[in-house]
């Protein structure tokens, strides 16, 4: 019969009424530890049943130790710490490691980025990213628009989103990153180049992982913000649970809005007068906006005999976004837009030492509909100022093909989709661990266009598509764990088949015939990471794997809303990649710590996918496929450093340097074009307590970013005379922000200056991004109601 095991939860806070923020809580007879939140609050599972010894351990306050008795599920432990004398902090020592500092030294090239300053400002998740150092966050445009992710050189689909284990893309383009708020987020986990197989997908260039707060104390927290080009956003979240049955109910939701008519010019904004020549402007943006809203409710249990979690829940999003131009900025649109939705079933399954002990189990599965609506019917040419172009005798021009980008379309996509992430893990003792994880997707899609006549309709095709991936782990420490070790291997499978029927004329009689490529594809990745600690302050890592990125559905079918024609031939990308860092520190010296990390970096890519390489600018192309571009080597290094004074003054710098290469068929090397290659950001926070009021505090941000100039196209002679045309200038990004805690800790209000100078920013394609902005926002937060 196996031991009953529970949870201790509880609030610790200090003699000034404070929140006991980042306090170590263990029961060492056990090897049980965790750290308190920013709200003071703490949860131990898996804690058998009997008596312990419940200790603390913290620079702010004194060492306590509580002799508590679980005797049930659950065991609520609210107390006080007395604060230390600033004579004893010289002596104390905390050798136990945050989750942050676990996963940063498996030996995976990984940052992890917490979100608690994050939450209480008006900041996006995707903002959060674009400052962690290799990382690029790729905009075309303001809030809503789509995005790409680049880890050290390698972007697009070759970089994996999950939330939760569960890739992003499930969820649709109604559900992104920027619909998260951070305040929603416990973590964010950024593998670069080699992924753990925990993460079961085809992630080629590296994984951003989104961990969100699942705490089980009953809890309310509501924002709210409002700032420049109209730009309104919500979002709540809540628990509630039954102590005595673990019955919980869980619910969040988000609310977006933004007109997105920030200010644009330069060299691709111009309006063609009616004697053909340019006149370029300044003008807002007019065909951009963007709402979107999403909720998450669920039901189920926590902290019960037979499951550590299991709930049952449905996700609903929609959205809305205008559509400003194509992948270029020279020809705007009116009258373009998309629209979706998406409705999801998801059920989500936990159990530790589930019939033995160090045996554990994990199921997340998801089921539903996804649908996307393109309307392009105005057939009218437009210039900057929104007004319809005219010619020399005054009259409105009307578009080559009848509507803003191609022929008139209102294309409705279809989708059903299905995501089941399966994980079984075993400790065999404290230094050997197996790992099984299995990750199955599929869509099925029905494109559909009603502007097509009814025979055409008739005949259209279906797409689908469906992958496997499982993957096989082992993890060892040795050395007293002075050696951490992960060997993984990995297995791909996908099935892709496209129809298209058509008629075609056989002996005399017109004949339906489908036109059906399909392909199948089998292949195995493998890796390993490995972590040695020279000293407690000195870390060396390495990590290599071979890994597989499948052609994704988009890429495959196409898709009219983002721009993107298909590929049913397209090829899989095979990339080998090498990581080698070190990380330093924490080192105390008196009221200063630091701490240092660097990491070099090899991605070696067979067949990369996408957009064909752009020789010169052709406004007459709106829509790009993705294609195999061939071989290419991307390799480089960053480095980030980071200063505390006092725990009050944080300062944060990095950078990272890479070079992303090809051949083209005459053997001649040359830059991929549109990759920015040299990038810097650094970032400052001072605290200052009890202003205005007694334990409130006010929190001053600071964050500088550098952009290195780049070209969109590729320059094809080493004489590159009248080329710089095509060259995006430095950028140089200045955000400022503030926020205040008030002493009861349930309201925060905060504003923030983003852009302070109205520098020109630009991501792909010389889109540019929103200038000077302002937000103000406001936090509402219940705990333990």
Known sequence: MLAQN??????????????????????????KSTFTDENGAFVLKSVPFGKHQLETSTLEAENSVQNVELERATLQVNFTLKNRDSE?????????????????????????????????????????????????????????????????????????????????????????????????????????????????????????????????????NISASYGSFNTAQTSFSGLYRLDKSGLTFKASGFLNYSDNDYEVWGKNVYNILPNGQLDYVRAKRFNDMFRSLGTVVEVGFTDVKWADNFFIGVTTADSYKQIQHGTFMTTPYKGRFSESDATLLNLTYNKKDIFTQGLDFTFQGIYGKRNRVVNDTVKWNYNWYGEKSVDLNGNPIIRPLGAQQGAPTITNIERKVSSMRTGLSYAINDNHKILLNHLYSGVDRTDDDVMKSVLERNFLGTRNLSKNISSLSYEFTAFQNRVRTTLFGKYYQQNIE????????????????????????????????????VIPQVIILASAEKSIRLPNENEV?????????????IRPEISKNYNLGAKL????????????????????????????????????????????????????????????FKRNLNFIVNVSKFDLTTKDSYGIKYDIP??????????????????????SQLNLYYHFMFVDTFSYIRKLYSNTSGTDFFDIP??????????????????IISFDAKNIFNNQVFDNMAVQKPGRAFYLKFNYVINNF
């Open 6 to 31: 529970g949870t201790i939860s509880g609030n610790i806070v200090l003699e000034s009424k404070e929140p006991a923020t980042h306090v170590l809580v263990f029961i060492k007879a056990i090897n």
């Open 498 to 533: 496209r129809m298209n029927p058509t008629v075609q004329v056989i002996n005399g009689v017109s004949t339906r015939v489908e036109d059906v490529v399909s392909s199948k594809v089998n292949d195995n990745g493998y890796g390993m990471a490995i972590s040695y600690t």
């Open 730 to 747: 430095q950028q140089y990004l200045h955000d400022f922000g503030m926020s205040y805690v008030f002493p009861s800790k349930k309201y």
């Open 585 to 644: 520190g924490n080192f105390n010296f008196k009221n200063h710590q630091f701490s240092f990390a660097v990491n070099g970096f090899i991605r070696n890519v067979t067949d990369r996918i996408g957009t064909p390489v752009q020789t010169s600018l052709n406004s007459n192309v709106q829509t790009l496929p993705f294609v195999n571009q061939g071989n290419t080597k991307s390799k480089g290094f960053d480095v980030e450093f980071n200063y505390n």
């Open 88 to 220: 004893e902090l010289k002596e104390v020592i905390i050798t136990t490691k945050s989750e942050k500092q676990k996963i940063e030294r498996q030996g995976f090239a990984v940052n992890v980025i917490e979100t608690k300053v994050a939450g209480l400002r008006n900041l996006q998740t995707n903002e959060l990213l674009d400052r962690t150092a290799g990382v690029r966050i790729r905009q075309n445009g303001g809030l809503g628009s789509e995005v790409q992710y680049n880890i050290n050189g390698l972007s697009g689909n070759a970089v994996r989103i999950f939330i939760d284990g569960i890739p992003i893309s499930t969820y649709g383009t109604s559900f992104d990153l920027n619909s998260i708020p951070p305040s929603m987020i416990e973590r964010i986990e950024v593998f670069k180049g080699v992924v753990p197989g925990y993460l079961s997908d085809d992630s080629l260039g590296g994984a951003i992982n989104i961990v969100l707060k699942k705490t089980f104390r009953n809890n309310f």
């Open 557 to 569: 079918f196409g898709d009219v809303g983002d721009n993107i024609s298909e590929n049913p031939n």
């Open 674 to 695: 549109n990759e920015p290659f040299f990038t810097t950001n650094a970032s400052l926070q001072y605290g200052l307590k009890n202003v205005l009021n007694q334990n």
